[in-house]
């Protein structure tokens, strides 16, 4: 079993920034991809951000692309999300994911077998 941790929501105002940080633990294997994805009240979960093992392969969803960024040291079984220009339709919990699969990385679809965390709050303000 692995284990996912996420830290680093709060409150900040727009233009504000933060950084997000997603451990994992457990019985963790090497060659496992890591994405964000967020959840705003009364909405579907979606998709923000993906890295694969090597960082070689990197998504983003279209409305985070030049503010958001992605990250991962493996060293520390520890994915990134960096968060600039933040604005208010980006507050929700956000969520870190693992998978093993080879395929659907940058896609929710590609965590349906994988392993989730608990979530962290981050609500932007005007």
């Known amino acids: 079993q692995v284990q ?3 830290s680093g929501g709060g409150l ?6 933060l950084r997000l940080s997603c451990a994992a ?3 963790t294997f090497s060659n496992y991809a890591m994405g964000w994805f967020r959840q705003a009240p009364g909405k579907e979960r979606e998709f923000v951000a993906a890295i694969s093992w090597t960082g ?3 998504y983003y969803t279209d ?3 030049g503010r958001f960024t992605i990250s991962r040291v493996n060293a ?3 994915v990134y999300l ?3 220009s933040l604005k208010p339709e980006d507050t929700a919990v956000y969520y870190c994911a693992a998978t093993f699969s080879r395929y659907g990385v ?5 965590y349906d077998n994988g392993y989730w965390g608990q979530g962290t709050q981050v609500t932007v303000s005007s």
Request: hydrophobic content about 30%; aromatic content about 0%; proline content about 0%.
């Open 4 to 6: 996912l941790v996420e």
């Open 12 to 17: 900040v105002q727009a233009g504000g920034s």
């Open 25 to 27: 633990s457990g019985r």
């Open 56 to 58: 070689g392969n990197i």
């Open 63 to 65: 409305s985070v692309k």
């Open 76 to 78: 520390k079984n520890t």
């Open 82 to 84: 960096q968060m600039n």
């Open 106 to 110: 940058g896609s929710v679809q590609g």
